[in-house]
């Protein structure tokens, strides 16, 4: 799937984000192999926007925020300014590879309109499959259209599943996702009940955001991931586990009916799975991630605390009941996470808002963008009136 005599076009949405700019690092190792053409951000770090365009020479830039096209417009003469989230939407049909590094509910547009087109999808937008999955559904198989995860964990359990692809489905046994355990790893409910912000934000392996940081500290974070696999791989969600494995080494596995395991191992780096999507179904020259045998001293697992750690078997609950559940949830964790984030309510509250809000669920099933976005409005109404009962 490449254009230009061999070039591979790349389109980025959410560039200015830690995944748009890791892709453009992996872009830069080979540029002989890969020309970034078009790139879309929000309204923040527009500089930044600017540089990279100039940088890339790309032909299409989206800005997401409307009011803030012109002055982007004005900056780069001679490039298609586009505006709003059809206009981030519309960079899916521009390259040979997209990468959704959208944040939020814009991406779920980008990757429709990404996998419309016929166009291979590198996605690391979490509301496209978690939010999104019927509706997401309903276009993966369109002709040409082809959806690679950059998720470290998906990414591992999509390279775990070629090693038996000649075997079939029916010969995968369980789908094994591994969690670092956060920076709580080991601590009872009760030791819990007091810990700050800070706490939670000091993330003991991957450095990133507040939100997804206090998600992987109440185990959310691999419970999203468990839905995001079902949706992804088809595979039953009593087939998908979750272990504690707290050196981030190995990134997930895939047990099959004969008893042998297949796991992907590599130093946590994001620009290896961002490089495996656009690359498939071929690999990178430029290793990321490389591991130094002879300083790798162990590796642990351990079975999660769910009594500890709810919020796991919150997501099995909300996957299992399918339809709009699993964005009801994924909005009301949203609105739980900030209150927790702005000392609204305590860290250990997290899981019970979610809980009274998951059992308000309607079990409405969404068949659209806006069936989804009615879902995670009207999600998020309840977690608000839940979390300022608490206040």
């Known amino acids: 799937m490449a254009a230009d005599g061999g070039t591979v076009t790349v389109a980025v949405a959410g560039s200015t984000g830690s995944i748009g700019t890791q892709t453009l690092d992996v872009v830069a190792a080979e540029p002989d192999r890969y020309r970034v053409v078009a790139l879309g951000a929000g309204g923040g770090r527009l500089d930044l926007l600017v540089d990279q365009a100039r940088r890339t020479g790309a032909r299409v830039v989206a800005v997401a925020e409307e009011a803030r096209a012109p002055e982007v417009a004005a900056a780069l003469p001679g490039v298609d300014v586009r505006a709003g989230t059809d206009g981030l939407a519309s960079l899916g049909a521009e390259a040979d590879v997209?990468?959704?590094g959208v944040v939020g509910f814009a991406g779920l547009h980008v990757t429709l309109s990404t996998l419309?087109?016929?166009r291979r999808l590198a996605l690391a937008n979490k509301e496209s499959l978690i939010a999104g999955g019927p509706v997401v559904r309903q276009v993966r198989h369109t002709p040409g259209a082809e959806l690679v995860p950059v998720d470290s964990e998906h990414c591992?359990?999509?390279m775990c599943l070629r090693s038996g692809e000649a075997d079939g489905p029916d010969r995968v046994a369980r789908v094994v996702l591994t969690a670092?355990?956060?920076p709580f790893r080991g601590r009872t409910r009760a030791e819990l009940a007091d810990v700050t912000v800070d706490d939670a934000l000091a993330h003991p392996t991957w450095s990133m955001g507040p939100k997804i940081t206090v998600d992987s500290?109440?185990?959310?974070?691999?419970?999203?991931e468990v839905i995001e696999a079902h949706e992804l791989f088809d595979v039953a969600y009593d087939h998908i586990e979750v272990v504690v494995h707290p050196q981030s080494i190995?990134?997930?596995?895939?047990e099959f009916t004969d008893g042998a395991t297949v796991a992907q191992l590599s130093l946590p780096d994001m620009r290896l799975p961002i490089g495996y999507a656009l690359a498939f179904p071929d690999r990178l020259a430029a290793p990321f991630g490389r591991i130094d045998?002879?300083?790798?001293?162990?590796l642990d697992f351990e079975e999660p605390d769910t009594e500890a750690f709810p919020c796991l078997g919150l997501a099995y609950a909300a996957g299992r009941a399918g339809g709009g559940a699993p964005a009801w949830l994924n909005a009301a964790n949203e609105v739980a996470v900030q209150a927790f984030l702005d000392g609204a309510i305590r860290w250990v509250d997290i899981p019970e808002v979610l809980?009274?809000?998951?059992?308000?669920?309607?079990?409405?099933?969404?068949d659209s963008a806006e069936d989804v976005i009615e879902v995670d409005r009207r999600a998020r109404e309840v977690a608000r009136r839940l979390v300022s009962e608490r206040a």
């Open 250 to 254: 190995v990134h997930s596995m895939v």
């Open 116 to 118: 419309a087109a016929g």
């Open 156 to 158: 591992a359990v999509h």
């Open 355 to 366: 809980d009274d809000a998951l059992s308000r669920h309607d079990g409405g099933r969404p």
């Open 180 to 182: 670092s355990g956060g």
């Open 217 to 224: 500290s109440t185990l959310m974070n691999k419970g999203l």
């Open 98 to 100: 997209c990468v959704n």
């Open 293 to 298: 045998w002879t300083e790798l001293r162990r």
